[in-house]
């Protein structure tokens, strides 16, 4: 069984940063895509970013990009988000997840992936 735990979200104010963190336990996850997705209230669960499983890979959604970097470490078992000049609609519930068989490139679907965290709020103010 993998468990991830995300951290790093918060509020700020926008134009400001914040980096979340996912730490995989449980298993290995360095032959896995892993992802990040984001759900505001009221709205679908949508793609942000990704990051192939030998990190020389990476996909994000047109929202995000030149703003969020996604990145890997696989010493630690963990995936970053760096996220820069932050907007209110970036604000959500941001999630990590594993796709333990790398079934596809990008992976840009929730039902992609087999392994998810509890989710981390960044509310970004105006």
């Known amino acids: 069984q993998v468990q991830l735990v995300e951290s790093g979200g918060g509020l700020v104010q926008a134009g400001g940063s914040l980096r979340l963190s996912c730490a995989a336990s449980g298993r290995t996850l360095s032959r896995s895509t892993m992802g990040w997705f984001r759900q505001a209230p009221g709205k679908e669960r949508e793609f942000v970013a990704c990051?192939?499983?030998?990190?020389?890979?990476?996909s994000s959604a047109d929202s995000v990009k030149g703003r969020f970097t996604i990145s890997r470490d696989y010493a630690k078992n963990t995936v970053y988000l760096q996220m820069n000049s932050l907007k209110p609609e970036d604000t959500a519930v941001y999630y990590c997840a594993a796709d333990a068989y790398d079934r596809n490139w990008p992976a840009t679907k929730p039902i992609e992936y087999d392994y998810w965290g509890q989710g981390t709020q960044v509310t970004v103010s105006s």
């Open positions: 990051i192939s499983w030998n990190g020389g890979d990476t």
